[in-house]
C-alpha cells in the first residue's frame, strides 16, 4: 500500500474518505496547503545574520504544523506512467506522479510523489517522497516531506523541510527545518525553528524588519 503523509490523510477525511480507504487511479486527493494553525514552535533564531554548519540540536520537541485547504478547484492527475515532455500550465489543483520535463505553472495547488526536471510557479506546494529539479516560486506554502528532494531555489509564503534541498530558501515569514532536513543552502526569513536532527550547510539570515 503506497504511504500517505499525515497531510493526505487530512485532505481525504476532508473530502469524505474513511482513513485506510483507498481510492480509485486518476481520484485521488490533491494538496491544498494554507496557513499554519498552530503555535511557535522552540529553536527559534535571534535577529541577525550567521553562519551555520553542521547538526542541529535545537529543540527537543516536536515542531507540528497544521495545514489548512485553501481550494477546492478541480483537480488534474499525471499518473505513474506518464512522461510529459514540454511545460505545464492549469488553472486546477495538479498531482503528479509520473514525470514532467518541464516548467510548471499552476494558479491552485500541487502535490508531487513524481519526478520534476523544471521550474514551478503555483500557489501552493506538498512534496510526498518526489523529486525536482528547478526553482520554485509559491505565493503560499512550500512543503517537503521525508525522501523527498528539491535541487533548486525555494522562495515562498512558509517553508517546511523535512527531506533534501541543494538551494537558498526564502521565506517571507517563517521556515521550518524538521529532523530529517538536510539543506545545503543559504536561509533568510522573519523567522527560523529548527527540529534536533536537521543539517544545514550555509548562512541563515533572519530578520523582522
Do not use: C, Y
Not at 529543540?59 to 507540528?64: D, E, F, R, V, W
Not at 516548467?103 to 523529486?131: A, M
Amino acid at each position: 500500500m503506497k504511504r500517505r503523509g499525515n497531510f493526505s490523510k487530512a485532505v481525504e477525511e476532508l473530502i469524505g474518505l474513511k482513513q485506510g480507504e483507498e481510492v480509485e487511479d486518476g481520484a485521488q486527493t490533491a494538496a491544498i496547503l494554507g496557513e499554519e494553525g498552530g503555535q511557535g514552535a522552540p529553536g527559534v533564531f535571534a535577529e541577525g545574520s550567521q553562519d551555520f554548519s553542521g547538526r542541529f540540536g535545537l529543540s527537543g520537541g516536536a515542531l507540528p504544523t497544521v495545514w489548512k485547504p485553501e481550494s477546492s478547484t478541480p483537480l488534474a492527475v499525471i499518473t505513474q506512467d506518464m512522461v510529459i515532455k514540454g511545460s505545464v500550465q492549469s488553472q486546477a489543483n495538479i498531482l503528479i506522479e509520473g514525470t514532467v520535463q518541464g516548467d510548471v505553472l499552476s494558479e491552485g495547488d500541487i502535490l508531487v510523489r513524481g519526478k520534476i526536471e523544471g521550474n514551478l510557479s503555483l500557489r501552493s506546494l506538498l512534496v510526498e517522497g518526489g523529486s525536482i529539479d528547478g526553482d520554485i516560486v509559491s505565493s503560499s506554502a512550500v512543503v517537503l516531506e521525508e525522501k523527498s528532494s528539491v535541487h533548486g531555489d525555494i522562495k515562498a509564503e512558509r517553508i517546511e523541510i523535512d527531506g533534501g534541498v541543494t538551494g537558498n530558501l526564502e521565506s517571507a515569514t517563517k521556515i521550518v527545518l524538521k529532523s530529517q532536513a538536510l539543506v545545503e543552502g543559504n536561509l533568510k526569513a522573519k523567522e527560523l525553528a529548527i527540529q534536533e536532527g536537521a543539517e544545514l550547510k550555509g548562512n541563515v539570515n533572519v530578520r523582522k524588519a
